[in-house]
């Protein structure tokens, strides 16, 4: 057996240190065993008695940054190639695939890997290693496996120049590129952290990468969270009180009552690593970003890979998930409506029910709580209906909304997305009032309190003040400029302006952090309707709601006049100042305004320009479009497209989010189009609009909701907190059984 040991003493560890790992194993982060040993050994060594193996296609450079990763670590560098293989074999690793054929190769290649051991070593495979599963699994027992991405097309041109003839799975019949294709499916089953590689990257610097991702992944006790309303010397005295990614997904708000945000902040692409990135799928690119954003502690790459596989599958009409749509002259549609519910919101909430099944505790049920101005609603309950059997059994979604302040289509789609774990209530009042009286359930520890003693049922959040929500539709903002680059729109590095129909300020917050990320994005638009509260505050640093009344309007999404995600925003521009966001939102909410200081409005205002539109010119603006293109915008990308007319400088593309699909607004719509006979019926209304042959099609999801018997049977109730709190009660004793 080919045996390496690389001998290190093991520092004595103190009693304390093995309270506080013992401590930490019962926190409700997913984390194993050995991740806490991993925790422990970074602060003494990068490897301790674990490997680095570096996984890649060939071509990938995995020797020559073996070596250099070896020399840094002053540890054995072990070639599977040249020290393991052609030693075990006594001929060269090409004589052998020439010798035995692909199909024995692999075999002889996997038996050889299951009788190699070594310890605390950097070592690096062969590029056809992954495609044995038994060898694979021996050698990631005892090692931190790391692939080295870099692109096909990158690859294909170093395997040309190097005049490579011994790739596995080679022949007269199958070309390379499909070769490298086939072999992706392995690399992502097994790797512990991924590198990305562009095309002229130096080696020494890929290996810096690689030992900057192994202490990412060894120190996962630094990617902690903060509340968007804690002090400075606070954090430092609750350091054993830590918030890490699992914690916030379950949480949803901060204890006192301020927004999770990473304490380090988000994560730095370079240029280079956002070009590799543009020949990849939208599936791909959320798996790079993503993996950036939650520590494998929290969720293993190769299960995120699974939940970002399913909740980005069929259920999307369309193949590219978010494509982006000339609409006309500078000006670029994304498209965010393909999902199960026809809003941006189905991004998040695909995902965001799968995250939080693996994330929260397996001994106690949990009741999501939500409040919608429209779609949030129906992608919620969709999301979550769509979990495993025994998720469902122990995960619960109460969704309310302003029973007269959504769309009929909207209100439609949210009943008849209820299902035996997913249900929706009305209630005579306004978003503000649901959203509001969510925050105050949630701070309410004697309610939440006896929920869990007496039901054994903890609350948990889904709305856009949750932190989990955010990180999918940072990745859309990405990948529509790197479709903009793929379609030789512009070069990389030329900047954009996005606009944005704004409410609750999560989606253009997401644009602001792609931007922290390193996409090029100038400007952020902040579309507004006749609630235009964002719009005076982004033009004049006062946030004003004395004597404002919410003014019900076509881009019902919108209807907001408290935007909970600006205190985020508020928080970054502040430099983490949790004191005054806290004092600014006090104000707010015993006087109903605060205001920016001078030099805190001059920053906001580099990254933010804001517009309002009419209800007159928002339909005007959907005629127009389909009069010249035949292509119908719903009411809240009208809006922007109003906006976005007003304010953009023409001297840089725009991208339009479209947030929503038409077909959710058909009376809006109808009449924008003036199409005189209306009918009630939403599903007629529907059947009216898809007679014209509309670009898009009307969306099927939407069709095959409306067609559910029952879509009436749903309950209401007055707004009042004790009625709200009187609902959640009795949905939890008809679903979870009771705690005796």
Same mark, same amino acid.
């Given at each position: 057996?080919?045996?390496?040991?690389?001998?290190?003493?093991?520092?004595?560890?103190?009693?304390?240190?093995?309270?506080?790992?013992?401590?930490?194993?019962?926190?409700?982060?997913?984390?194993?065993?050995?991740?806490?040993?991993?925790?422990?050994?970074?602060?003494?060594?990068?490897?301790?008695?674990?490997?680095?193996?570096?996984?890649?296609?060939?071509?990938?450079?995995?020797?020559?940054?073996?070596?250099?990763?070896?020399?840094?670590?002053?540890?054995?560098?072990?070639?599977?190639?040249?020290?393991?293989?052609?030693?075990?074999?006594?001929?060269?690793?090409?004589?052998?695939?020439?010798?035995?054929?692909?199909?024995?190769?692999?075999?002889?290649?996997?038996?050889?890997?299951?009788?190699?051991?070594?310890?605390?070593?950097?070592?690096?495979?062969?590029?056809?290693?992954?495609?044995?599963?038994?060898?694979?699994?021996?050698?990631?027992?005892?090692?931190?496996?790391?692939?080295?991405?870099?692109?096909?097309?990158?690859?294909?041109?170093?395997?040309?120049?190097?005049?490579?003839?011994?790739?596995?799975?080679?022949?007269?019949?199958?070309?390379?590129?499909?070769?490298?294709?086939?072999?992706?499916?392995?690399?992502?089953?097994?790797?512990?952290?991924?590198?990305?590689?562009?095309?002229?990257?130096?080696?020494?610097?890929?290996?810096?990468?690689?030992?900057?991702?192994?202490?990412?992944?060894?120190?996962?006790?630094?990617?902690?969270?903060?509340?968007?309303?804690?002090? *400075?010397?606070?954090?430092?005295?609750?350091?054993?009180?830590?918030?890490?990614?699992?914690?916030?997904?379950?949480?949803?708000?901060?204890?006192?009552?301020?927004?999770?945000?990473?304490?380090?902040?988000?994560?730095?692409?370079?240029?280079?690593?956002?070009?590799?990135?543009?020949?990849?799928?939208?599936?791909?690119?959320?798996?790079?970003?993503?993996?950036?954003?939650?520590?494998?502690?929290?969720?293993?790459?190769?299960?995120?890979?699974?939940?970002?596989?399913?909740?980005?599958?069929?259920?999307?009409?369309?193949?590219?998930?978010?494509?982006?749509?000339?609409?006309?002259?500078?000006?670029?549609?994304?498209?965010?409506?393909?999902?199960?519910?026809?809003?941006?919101?189905?991004?998040?909430?695909?995902?965001?029910?799968?995250?939080?099944?693996?994330?929260?505790?397996?001994?106690?049920?949990?009741?999501?709580?939500?409040?919608?101005?429209?779609?949030?609603?129906?992608?919620?309950?969709?999301?979550?209906?769509?979990?495993?059997?025994?998720?469902?059994?122990?995960?619960?979604?109460?969704?309310?909304?302003?029973?007269?302040?959504?769309?009929?289509?909207?209100?439609?789609?949210?009943?008849?997305?209820?299902?035996?774990?997913?249900?929706?209530?009305?209630?005579?009042?306004?978003?503000?009032?649901?959203?509001?009286?969510?925050?105050?359930?949630?701070?309410?520890?004697?309610?939440?309190?006896?929920?869990?003693?007496?039901?054994?049922?903890?609350?948990?959040?889904?709305?856009?003040?949750?932190?989990?929500?955010?990180?999918?539709?940072?990745?859309?903002?990405?990948?529509?400029?790197?479709?903009?680059?793929?379609?030789?729109?512009?070069?990389?590095?030329?900047?954009?302006?996005?606009?944005?129909?704004?409410?609750?300020?999560?989606?253009?917050?997401?644009?602001?952090?792609?931007?922290?990320?390193?996409?090029?994005?100038?400007?952020?638009?902040?579309?507004?309707?006749?609630?235009?509260?964002?719009?005076?505050?982004?033009?004049?640093?006062?946030?004003?709601?004395?004597?404002?009344?919410?003014?019900?309007?076509?881009?019902?999404?919108?209807?907001?006049?408290?935007?909970?995600?600006?205190?985020?925003?508020?928080?970054?521009?502040?430099?983490?100042?949790?004191?005054?966001?806290?004092?600014?939102?006090?104000?707010?909410?015993?006087?109903?305004?605060?205001?920016?200081?001078?030099?805190?409005?001059?920053?906001?205002?580099?990254?933010?320009?804001?517009?309002?539109?009419?209800?007159?010119?928002?339909?005007?603006?959907?005629?127009?479009?389909?009069?010249?293109?035949?292509?119908?915008?719903?009411?809240?990308?009208?809006?922007?497209?109003?906006?976005?007319?007003?304010?953009?400088? *023409?001297?840089?593309?725009?991208?339009?989010?479209?947030?929503?699909?038409?077909?959710?607004?058909?009376?809006?719509?109808?009449?924008?189009?003036?199409?005189?006979?209306?009918?009630?019926?939403?599903?007629?209304?529907?059947?009216?609009?898809?007679?014209?042959?509309?670009?898009?099609?009307?969306?099927?999801?939407?069709?095959?909701?409306?067609?559910?018997?029952?879509?009436?049977?749903?309950?209401?109730?007055?707004?009042?907190?004790?009625?709200?709190?009187?609902?959640?009660?009795?949905?939890?004793?008809?679903?979870?059984?009771?705690?005796?």
């Amino acid at each position: 057996m080919f045996h390496v040991v690389q001998y290190r003493p093991l520092r004595l560890i103190t009693q304390n240190s093995l309270s506080s790992m013992c401590f930490k194993l019962m926190l409700s982060r997913p984390v194993a065993l050995a991740q806490v040993w991993k925790s422990w050994f970074s602060s003494h060594c990068l490897v301790g008695n674990k490997n680095i193996i570096l996984m890649g296609p060939p071509g990938a450079g995995k020797t020559t940054v073996g070596r250099i990763v070896g020399q840094k670590l002053d540890c054995p560098v072990i070639d599977i190639d040249d020290d393991v293989l052609e030693t075990t074999w006594n001929m060269s690793v090409s004589e052998k695939l020439q010798d035995v054929g692909n199909e024995q190769f692999l075999e002889e290649e996997g038996k050889a890997l299951l009788k190699f051991s070594a310890s605390g070593s950097v070592i690096s495979l062969t590029g056809s290693n992954p495609m044995h599963s038994a060898g694979m699994q021996h050698m990631k027992e005892n090692g931190i496996v790391v692939y080295l991405d870099v692109p096909t097309t990158v690859i294909m041109s170093r395997l040309k120049s190097m005049k490579v003839d011994r790739i596995v799975g080679q022949s007269p019949d199958t070309s390379l590129k499909d070769i490298l294709q086939f072999r992706k499916q392995f690399y992502k089953r097994w790797y512990d952290i991924r590198v990305l590689c562009g095309g002229d990257i130096a080696a020494e610097v890929v290996a810096e990468k690689v030992l900057d991702a192994v202490k990412r992944y060894q120190n996962s006790e630094l990617e902690t969270f903060i509340s968007t309303r804690s002090s *400075r010397s606070g954090r430092s005295m609750e350091k054993d009180s830590c918030k890490y990614f699992s914690d916030v997904v379950t949480e949803g708000l901060a204890p006192d009552g301020g927004l999770f945000v990473p304490e380090r902040g988000l994560p730095k692409f370079t240029a280079g690593e956002w070009q590799s990135l543009i020949e990849a799928t939208y599936i791909d690119r959320a798996q790079v970003m993503l993996e950036r954003c939650i520590h494998p502690a929290d969720i293993p790459a190769s299960k995120l890979a699974e939940i970002i596989g399913t909740a980005y599958g069929e259920n999307f009409t369309c193949s590219k998930i978010a494509p982006v749509r000339h609409l006309a002259g500078n000006q670029f549609l994304l498209e965010l409506f393909h999902g199960p519910t026809a809003s941006f919101k189905d991004f998040a909430l695909q995902i965001v029910p799968r995250i939080f099944a693996y994330c929260i505790p397996r001994s106690c049920n949990y009741l999501v709580l939500v409040a919608t101005s429209g779609d949030t609603g129906s992608a919620v309950l969709d999301g979550f209906s769509r979990l495993h059997d025994t998720d469902k059994q122990r995960i619960a979604v109460m969704n309310f909304f302003p029973e007269d302040g959504v769309s009929p289509i909207q209100k439609s789609q949210m009943i008849g997305c209820q299902k035996e774990n997913a249900w929706s209530v009305g209630v005579k009042s306004d978003f503000d009032f649901c959203q509001t009286a969510i925050k105050q359930i949630f701070t309410n520890s004697d309610y939440t309190g006896f929920l869990t003693v007496e039901y054994g049922t903890a609350l948990a959040a889904a709305n856009s003040i949750n932190w989990a929500r955010l990180l999918p539709q940072i990745v859309y903002h990405a990948s529509a400029y790197l479709d903009l680059v793929h379609q030789d729109i512009i070069p990389f590095g030329s900047p954009v302006d996005v606009c944005i129909p704004t409410g609750n300020f999560g989606n253009i917050l997401a644009a602001l952090y792609a931007k922290m990320m390193g996409i090029p994005i100038r400007k952020c638009i902040c579309a507004s309707n006749e609630n235009n509260v964002l719009t005076d505050f982004i033009r004049t640093g006062v946030y004003d709601l004395r004597g404002r009344r919410l003014i019900p309007t076509f881009s019902l999404a919108v209807d907001i006049l408290k935007s909970s995600n600006l205190e985020r925003y508020l928080h970054l521009i502040a430099n983490e100042d949790g004191q005054l966001v806290t004092q600014l939102y006090t104000q707010l909410e015993n006087q109903g305004h605060f205001q920016l200081r001078k030099d805190l409005l001059e920053r906001l205002q580099q990254d933010l320009v804001a517009g309002w539109c009419s209800e007159e010119d928002c339909l005007a603006a959907i005629h127009s479009v389909y009069s010249t293109t035949g292509y119908i915008l719903d009411t809240h990308t009208a809006v922007a497209k109003v906006v976005a007319d007003r304010l953009q400088d *023409r001297t840089c593309p725009i991208i339009i989010s479209s947030t929503a699909h038409y077909s959710k607004f058909a009376p809006a719509i109808l009449r924008a189009l003036r199409i005189a006979e209306i009918k009630q019926n939403p599903l007629s209304q529907l059947h009216l609009l898809s007679s014209y042959s509309p670009l898009p099609p009307v969306h099927w999801g939407l069709l095959e909701t409306l067609k559910k018997k029952g879509n009436d049977d749903h309950q209401v109730c007055a707004a009042d907190m004790s009625m709200l709190m009187s609902h959640i009660e009795t949905l939890i004793q008809n679903h979870f059984m009771k705690v005796f």
